[in-house]
Every structure is written in structure tokens, then in C-alpha cells.
């Protein structure tokens, strides 16, 4: 089992570029999450999806935006980047159905840098 | 909303010495604590975890207690082995609310 997968591994940005970072996931868990994790600040929530078909936001949500058109797949897209957003993006997922299962399970992470 | 506090930010111990890491809340209404484990590059791992209706919980050389009156919860690492270094989480979260709230982190280094 995969798990939770993300890509790009690491990407370079220039200011002002549009780009989408993929979460998909194969455990079937109806809850996802966007964290940023930058030195000193630990792991923040951008955005967080409690099933399919549903987004909220998360502590720093501005200049993101997601999508949960299915289950697996979570998308995080910056509109225009500004080299604020240079961090390390985790994607996350959770069963998140009765509330008893709470454990989040987290993908390798997305390395990005705006130039 | 929820407010973290982890302490220390870093810590370095001898091999085979136990390491404590403390974390403090406010929402009395968290009922939820897991610590997870970050190694260099890698996304973090659920190491042990923790519900309001227990004190305590172990799993080998890994502890968790939690004090909820005075809403500070710990972990204890004993024994400890180079490959216990690594960064470490805290973290909250209320029932019925997916959002779990994280600790800054204590980048843990264990000297052989």
C-alpha cells in the first residue's frame, strides 16, 4: 500500500506563477489536509477537506486554493506565487468518520522554492 | 482558538538517558493527543497517542502522560538510541472536529 503519495518532490517557482501540488491517496479516507511547515513555526494548516466534495479553511489559507473532486486526490494550487509561500507542503489524510479514528497519515512532502 | 506550546525546542542527550518532551494547551475541550515523529526529510509518523480518559499509555520505550486539569501532556523516551534522533510533534485535536492543532516541534538529538 502506497499510502498517501505526493509530487512534485521539490520545485523551483518563479514570482507571479501559477502552480499545483498533488496528495493522492489509497487508504479511502474521507478527511484531507494541506499543512505548510516552516522553521520555527511547526506544522500550520493551510486547508482540510472533511469528505469528497467538501473544503475548509484551514490557519493560513490565503493564496491557496484546493479541490476534493474525489476520495484519493487533494489538490493544492497557488494562484500566484509570492516568495512567502518558499516552505515544505505536507499532505495529510484521516479516516474521519466517527471521530474515534484520529490519527493522520502524512505523504513524504512537496519541497517548493519562489524565486 | 487552540493554542500549543512545546518544550524544549531542542534537546540533546547521551545515549541510553531518557529524553521528556512537555506540551501545554488551551482548549479544555481537546480530548485527543498524539505525538508524532519527524525524521530528516520525511513526512511525520504517529509514534504514540493519547485520550482524555487515560493518564498514561506505554508502547516499549515510548510513554505518554496527560494531565488534563492542569492541560499539559508529555512524552518520555527512555533508553534512548541514535535512532531516536529526529524532530517531535505534539499535537490536539476536539471531538468532532477533524483539525488537529501541532506543537512547534523539539528536534531531539540523541550522542552516541
Known amino acids: 500500500t502506497a499510502g498517501i503519495t505526493q509530487a512534485p518532490t521539490s520545485q523551483i517557482l518563479a514570482a507571479g506563477r501559477s502552480m499545483t501540488l498533488r496528495c493522492t491517496q489509497d487508504m479511502r479516507h474521507n478527511a484531507m489536509y494541506w499543512y505548510r511547515q516552516d522553521l520555527g513555526l511547526g506544522l500550520r494548516l493551510i486547508h482540510y477537506?472533511?469528505?469528497?466534495?467538501?473544503?475548509g479553511k484551514g490557519e493560513v489559507p490565503d493564496g491557496y486554493s484546493v479541490s476534493r473532486a474525489n476520495t484519493d486526490d487533494f489538490p493544492l494550487t497557488l494562484a500566484s506565487a509570492v516568495p512567502s509561500q518558499t516552505s515544505v507542503y505536507f499532505c495529510?489524510?484521516?479516516?474521519?468518520?466517527?471521530?474515534?479514528?484520529?490519527?493522520?497519515?502524512f505523504g513524504p512532502g512537496t519541497r517548493l522554492t519562489v524565486l | 482558538g487552540e493554542n500549543v506550546e512545546q518544550h524544549p525546542s531542542t534537546l540533546s542527550v547521551q545515549e541510553g538517558d531518557s529524553a521528556v518532551i512537555k506540551c501545554t494547551y488551551s482548549?479544555?475541550?481537546?480530548?485527543?493527543f498524539p505525538w508524532y515523529k519527524q525524521e530528516l526529510g520525511k513526512g511525520p509518523q504517529l509514534i504514540i497517542d493519547?485520550?482524555?480518559?487515560?493518564g498514561e499509555k506505554k508502547d516499549q520505550r515510548i510513554a505518554v502522560t496527560l494531565n488534563k486539569t492542569a492541560k499539559h501532556f508529555s512524552l518520555h523516551i527512555t533508553e534512548t538510541q541514535p535512532e531516536d534522533s529526529a524532530v517531535y510533534f505534539c499535537?490536539?485535536?476536539?471531538?468532532?472536529?477533524?483539525?488537529?492543532?501541532f506543537g512547534i516541534g523539539t528536534k531531539l538529538q540523541v550522542i552516541p
Open positions: 495529510a489524510s484521516s479516516e474521519g468518520t466517527s471521530g474515534r479514528t484520529d490519527t493522520q497519515y
Open positions: 482548549d479544555s475541550a481537546s480530548n485527543y
Open positions: 477537506s472533511n469528505t469528497a466534495g467538501t473544503t
Open positions: 499535537a490536539c485535536k476536539k471531538g468532532g472536529y477533524q483539525k488537529v492543532t
Open positions: 493519547i485520550r482524555s480518559n487515560v
